[in-house]
């Protein structure tokens, strides 16, 4: 199989070098701030993200519980930590996140073999009832889990090797981009082995894996062991970078999130969840400071995604990308503009009643004026209820008569898509 | 005795509620085999509404109208968002309901705020049924039970003994000769993914001032009830009403009991040190063991008995 990786073309190589590359300059070229945390936290929910979409992506199988083996690998890493600055074990902080690995990789070998007896819906459940045992648990342990506060650690211990203490967020950052960079040539080398290749044959028809002679239920399990292996260095490296870790890193809510994130980047494509963890953390972090409403907005979004573009964000990128290559853009722009003011004008419609309604219930009477991109407006006039109501029906409308035009427009392109690829490969 | 009896009379009525939900959410995995992650959204929608609706109207109105409002709902669902994620397949369906419960969630709080709201349970079944012992049991339980096990009679009948019960059955396993006898199947789905979404609005309206009605009721109880659908079999409703109630007996049970242990082992004389490295677990009392009781009936269900209960298929 090696042969086969370095056999890949050079593009392949320049991919992995240019990515390597921007690693190393991201750091220099988002400078203020606190760009550098919001990098770093990226880098972990990339690693997350990935091994998240070995199970979803690549083998079929909807995890609820995935933060499981993150935040258990998390907990042994904040644990290796506190008896590595206690002088008990002798481990440097860089190879921690091996040690949050091999956590998760132990308890993926042990609920794995509970939760791959089944596959479709039925995994889902039982994945969720998993991460709500662990969380319950973690309550009922508070000598391991810390209880409500979690455990808390300092990553600055030992001597430090060639001048690097980790005190530093850029030494954290670089640490973290070295992980992750292996992690992803790692899982990226995974999906072109026999197994990475079975995972996904079991994925699309079961019935006949098994026929081959394969063990469906053996293959699943295996690959669940893998992702729950990278799963655990992504929670080793949050450990590291946060110095704490609480209850809420088994949560179900954690599990969400990447489920969230990883879908609306894309889980048809290796790269999708690593859109997905930049979207993330935009989201979290950067929304949440404009609006309370960013979770309803995420909520949507994700629903949107789901009924529209399954592909995620690395999808439309990709079918947009195909459209420019074959040169259709000139063929469905005059239908493309005007679904895309359509939309426009529907969604700042609703944005505007959302802020709107939000500020009525959480500020009360004392405070009337909802703050929309600079535009106060009072919550309790009517004008701005009809503005509101008036852009949502305009746009409306104006998506209902052009969307049949452009999904009309849209697939005579794609056909002739297809037919142009199909003449190129005779 | 009295301890036992109570804590029976309890843990049923608790059962009986998780099967009112878990009988939704079977139906409508066993016809569409979509699972709905946002079944227990719509309880907690049953009980806003009825919380709404009984402040302005009573109570007896809430109890009809609720449901029906959270089944409509339900079926504007099905027809505008789940129809048109069905061509893509099970887990993309599964994405869009949580998608879903995500949304519910902050509509929710968006609407009535984070806190709980007042929903009283209405004066003529407020008070005690009947004094056994010395122990009372109130009459609110009595009557969630009798509203169980109406809804499970109806359900029965309606599945058995009607026209379109017959129609929903067919549908279930032979969904295209029934569509060339000329009948709308589609149709049929949204009127279960309907009824199932009223039920569990029914179970929020009676669950809703039996415990408290807030944004945190939808997670509490929607783990549980996909314990119950996996312990029972997947879309078994016979199997649902076994697990349901197992499961609300073992977790009552559970939760009145305040042994460890570490106290087992006293009795039999065998003494356990505060310096035991494993001290943690055997102080552990089976109180508190009990909110990962169903996840570990779960597990062992799992390994024994993959099927469930009473399940007919491997999935």
Same mark, same amino acid.
């Given at each position: ?29 988002? #400078? ?12 972990? @929910? ?8 070995? @199970? ?58 509970? %939760? ?10 039982? %994945?969720? +009832?998993?991460? /709500? ?31 690097? %203490?980790?005190?530093? *967020? ?36 079961? /019935? ?19 992702? =729950? ?11 590291? #970078?946060?110095?704490?870790?609480? =209850?809420?890193?088994?949560?179900? @809510? ?5 489920? @969230? ?33 960013? *979770? ?62 939000? *500020? ?17 407006? #009072? ?18 409308? +104006? ?18 898509? /297809? ?8 | ?58 109570? !007896? ?50 609407? !009535? ?164 490295? !494993? ?37």
């Amino acid at each position: 199989m090696k042969r086969h990786i370095l056999s890949h073309s050079v593009g392949t190589l320049l991919v992995w070098f240019g990515f390597a590359v921007l690693l190393i300059v991201a750091p220099k070229v988002f #400078n203020q701030g606190a760009s550098l945390s919001l990098l770093s936290q990226m880098g972990t @929910l990339m690693i997350f993200g990935l091994s998240f979409n070995m @199970l979803l992506g690549q083998g079929g199988m909807l995890s609820f519980g995935h933060a499981v083996y993150s935040g258990l690998g998390a907990f042994f890493a904040v644990h290796a930590m506190n008896l590595a600055a206690a002088g008990v074990l002798t481990i440097p902080v860089s190879l921690i996140p091996l040690v949050g690995g091999l956590a998760g990789m132990l308890f993926g070998i042990l609920f794995g073999y509970v %939760t791959t007896k089944k596959s479709g819906t039925t995994f889902s459940m039982i %994945t969720l +009832g998993m991460v /709500e045992l662990v969380f319950a648990c973690s309550l009922m342990f508070p000598k391991f889990f810390g209880g409500e506060g979690g455990i808390s650690t300092n990553r600055v211990m030992g001597n430090p090797f060639l001048g690097i %203490t980790f005190g530093p *967020q850029i030494e954290v950052y670089y640490l973290i981009a070295f992980w992750l960079f292996v992690s992803t040539v790692a899982m990226f080398a995974f999906t072109h082995t026999p197994l990475g290749r079975m995972i996904n044959a079991v994925r699309d028809n079961p /019935e006949r894996a098994e026929f081959i002679g394969y063990d469906t239920q053996w293959v699943r399990y295996l690959t669940l062991i893998i992702s =729950a292996f990278f799963a655990g260095i992504a929670g080793g490296l949050s450990a590291i #970078n946060f110095e704490i870790v609480t =209850a809420e890193n088994v949560s179900a @809510l954690r599990s969400g999130a990447v489920l @969230l994130f990883s879908f609306i980047g894309g889980i048809g494509y290796f790269y999708g969840p690593m859109i997905g963890a930049v979207a993330g953390v935009f989201l979290t972090v950067m929304l949440s400071d404009f609006t309370k409403a960013w *979770q309803l907005y995420l909520g949507i979004f994700f629903i949107f995604i789901v009924m529209f573009a399954p592909g995620g964000i690395a999808g439309i990128w990709a079918s947009y990308y195909r459209m420019f290559k074959f040169r259709k853009m000139r063929q469905i722009w005059p239908a493309f503009w005007k679904i895309c003011c359509a939309g426009l004008l529907t969604v700042s419609g609703a944005i505007m009643a959302i802020e709107m309604l939000y *500020q009525r219930s959480l500020g009360g009477d004392q405070e009337p004026i909802a703050k929309i991109a600079g535009v106060s407006l #009072n919550v309790f006039e009517s004008m701005p209820w009809c503005i509101a109501a008036l852009l949502c029906l305009i746009g409306g409308v +104006g998506f209902f008569f052009t969307q049949r035009r452009f999904i009309a427009v849209w697939n005579s392109a794609m056909a002739e898509i /297809e037919v142009a690829i199909l003449k190129g490969d005779a | 005795m009295e301890f036992t009896l109570i804590t029976l009379l309890n843990g049923v009525s608790y059962g009986l509620l998780l099967f009112m939900l878990s009988s939704g959410l079977t139906l409508i995995f066993s016809m569409m085999g979509v699972l709905n992650f946002a079944h227990a959204s719509f309880y907690m929608l049953g009980a806003y509404f009825a919380a709404m609706l009984s402040s302005h109207l009573g109570f !007896w109105p809430a109890l009809v109208l609720a449901p029906i409002a959270v089944g409509i709902l339900g079926a504007l669902v099905e027809r505008f968002g789940l129809r048109r994620v069905h061509q893509y397949g099970h887990i993309p369906e599964l994405l869009f309901t949580f998608g879903l419960s995500y949304v519910i969630l902050e509509i929710v709080q968006l609407i !009535w705020g984070r806190a709980s709201i007042p929903y009283a349970i209405p004066a003529e079944l407020d008070g005690p049924l009947f004094t056994l012992y010395t122990t009372t049991f109130p009459k609110y339980r009595a009557f969630m039970m009798l509203v169980a096990m109406v809804m499970l009679i109806a359900i029965y009948l309606l599945l058995t003994k009607t026209r379109i019960g017959l129609i929903i059955q067919a549908a279930l396993t032979h969904p295209d000769a029934v569509e060339a006898l000329g009948h709308n199947v589609p149709r049929v789905f949204m009127l279960v993914f309907g009824g199932g979404c009223a039920l569990a609005g029914l179970a929020g309206v009676v669950g809703g001032n039996a415990f408290v009605t807030e944004p945190g009721m939808a997670a509490t109880l929607g783990s549980i009830i996909f314990v119950v659908v996996v312990v029972g079999g997947m879309g078994s409703l016979g199997g649902a009403f076994i697990a349901s109630l197992l499961i609300g007996i073992l977790q009552t049970f559970a939760v009145a009991l305040d042994y460890s242990l570490g106290s087992v082992l006293k009795f039999i004389g065998v003494g356990v040190q505060m310096t035991s490295p !494993w001290y943690s677990l055997f102080s552990l009392t089976i109180s508190q063991v009990a909110p990962v009781m169903p996840y570990l009936l779960l597990v062992l269900i799992l390994i024994f008995r993959p099927r469930g209960l009473l399940g007919t298929r491997e999935g």
